[in-house]
C-alpha cells in the first residue's frame, strides 16, 4: 500500500499563501496521478486539482488562476501552491495518489484563512 504524507497546512490570511507538499512512500510502486482534494465542515470531499504522471493538470474552476499543482516524479511528491487566498478555502485539504495498488489518500492537512 502506498502512504502519503502531507505537510504545509497552517493559518494565514485572506490573500496570503501557502505551499502543501505531498510524499509518497513505497517508491517500488508506479504513481500514475497525483491530486488534492478538500473537505470543509458539512460539504462533501472535492477535487481542487490533479496532475498526470506527464504533467497534464485539471484545476477545479474556483481556484484557477490562484493555485498551482506540480510534482516531482523522481521524488513521488505532489505539491500545491496556493495564493490569494480566501476564506472559502478554509477546509481540510487531502492529497491522493493513483499506484499499482489502487488509489491512497493522506491524513488531511488543515489549512484555515482567517483574519
Known amino acids: 500500500q502506498v502512504q502519503l504524507v502531507e505537510s504545509g497546512g497552517g493559518l494565514v490570511q485572506p490573500g496570503g499563501s501557502l505551499r502543501l507538499s505531498c510524499a509518497a512512500s513505497?517508491?517500488?510502486?508506479?504513481?500514475?496521478?497525483m491530486g488534492w482534494y478538500r473537505q470543509a465542515p458539512g460539504r462533501q470531499r472535492e477535487l481542487v486539482a490533479d496532475?498526470?504522471?506527464?504533467?497534464?493538470?485539471n484545476y477545479d474552476d474556483s481556484v484557477k488562476g490562484r493555485f498551482t499543482i506540480s510534482r516531482d516524479n523522481a521524488k513521488n511528491t505532489v505539491y500545491l501552491q496556493m495564493t490569494s487566498l480566501k476564506p472559502e478555502d478554509t477546509a481540510v485539504y487531502y492529497c491522493?495518489?493513483?499506484?499499482?495498488?489502487?488509489?491512497?489518500w493522506g491524513q488531511g492537512t488543515q489549512v484555515t484563512v482567517s483574519s
Open positions: 496532475i498526470s504522471r506527464g504533467g497534464r493538470t
Open positions: 491522493k495518489a493513483d499506484s499499482d495498488r489502487g488509489p491512497a
Open positions: 513505497r517508491s517500488t510502486f508506479n504513481i500514475y496521478t
